[in-house]
């Protein structure tokens, strides 16, 4: 991937704090939505960690699996211990005629809008019990049908927002309006070739633009492929190399095998029980890839701070400084940074002690143009004066 189009995927999303980033999980109705969004709500975290933070009933934070952070925690069994998270809100099932108000219409739309990325969650699985609003499978028609409805809402609001900009520089001259209003017109002449907004690379000035208007075609997409647990079990379908070559064809993100049937059974099962199942069928949950995925689709790390009396990931924006990592901590390491002492998760594992990290020359003092890479084991030192 080019380094422009890095910083598109970067800034698109560069709307609020990387705490607050957020999954929003989206396809038609009956092709595994909510079975996707319960099971992530039997993993929610408990809210105690994060006072600050209200979960609807919508919504569920659940754990990022880290084995790393697995590993910090075994050996420095701390009084508490907080794992990075993924916010996930479930999403109406979306139906064809949508974006004229169909079904829920704009109400869904207006949610879709509020995350900063999509699962898309698409169904391959047959069930004769489970009627599919199309009349049959078809998951290639069944993305397309998601994607039009997006693009359609996304050209109903730039074409609003172009008539609006225009009638008011009929009355005044303001050319950061006019800057936006060339910028609108580029992106409703995309969306009308039938593009995706997040598919075409754009100058920084640009996004600035796309960043206020939270189109929904901007947003990182992972899919999310529903199978049936023989399938699934196999690793195969004939409507995997279909949904593959739709995927490249429309940028190439992630697609992820998931079976909901299988991880719905497996969460009513012990821990022994699970593993029995998984090891006699050579199989094992999807949900893990499905949540590390999504994360790392809104571009999200973490920066461990570790001892005996508490392990915890922070989580930040990949390409976050030194400086500006601190500050998820508290405000005031950022304001008063100085410097942040930098060890690497595999030397510490390796090592065993920081006196031995630091003795081997590979406990490093970085400075406020540092870029923390996701699995840094930091502690800050600042100074804040009266």
């Keep these: 991937m080019s380094k422009k189009k890095e910083e598109v995927k970067e800034r ?11 999954m929003g999980i989206v396809g038609l109705p009956n092709v595994g939505k909510s079975t996707l969004f319960n099971i992530l709500t039997r993993l929610n975290v408990p809210a105690e960690n994060y006072p600050f933070c209200t979960i609807e009933p919508n919504e569920a934070r659940v754990v990022v699996p880290d084995e790393r952070y697995d590993w910090l925690v075994d050996f420095h069994k701390p009084a508490s211990k907080v794992p990075a998270v993924l916010m996930c809100t479930d999403i109406a099932g979306i139906i064809r005629g949508a974006s004229k108000g169909e079904g829920l219409g704009n109400a869904f739309l207006s949610h879709i809008r509020a995350v900063d990325g999509i699962f898309h969650v698409i169904r391959i ?42 009638r008011h520089l009929k009355h005044v001259k303001d050319k950061i309006k006019q800057f936006e209003l060339e910028v609108l017109r580029k992106v409703a002449e ?13 100058k920084a000035n640009e996004i600035e633009v796309l960043n206020q208007h939270q189109f929904l075609t901007a947003k990182p997409t992972v899919y999310i492929v529903n199978m049936s647990e023989p399938d699934y079990k196999k690793k195969g379908s004939k409507w995997l190399p279909k949904i593959k070559q739709w995927v490249d064809a429309n940028g190439g993100e992630s697609m992820v095998p998931f079976c909901g049937s299988l991880d719905s059974k497996l969460l009513e099962m012990s ?33 461990f701070t570790c001892g005996s009396d508490e392990v915890k990931c922070w989580t930040i924006r990949k390409g976050t400084k030194a400086p500006q990592a601190a500050g998820v901590i508290h405000t005031d390491f950022e304001r008063g940074f100085i410097c942040a002492e ?28 540092y870029t923390v890479i996701d699995g840094d084991i930091i502690f800050f030192k600042f100074n804040v004066s009266k």
Aim: with cysteine; hydrophobic share 40%.
């Design 12 to 22: 698109v999303i560069l709307g609020r704090p990387s705490n607050n980033l957020r």
């Design 125 to 166: 699985f047959e069930d004769a019990d489970v009627t599919h609003v199309e009349g049959g499978v078809d998951p290639v028609r069944d993305l397309q049908v998601i994607v039009d409805e997006l693009i359609l809402k996304d050209i109903e609001v730039a074409d609003g927002l172009v008539e609006q900009l225009d």
């Design 190 to 202: 995309v969306l009308k070739a039938n593009k995706q907004l997040r598919l075409v690379e754009w």
């Design 271 to 303: 821990e022994e029980d699970i593993k029995k199942y998984c090891e006699e069928n050579k199989i094992q949950s999807g949900v893990p890839k499905v949540i590390k995925t999504g994360y790392h689709a809104l571009e999200l790390v973490h920066f």
């Design 342 to 369: 930098v060890m690497k998760f595999e030397d510490f594992k390796e090592l065993k002690s920081e006196a031995s990290v630091k003795a081997a020359g590979k406990l490093k003092q970085e400075g406020k143009n």
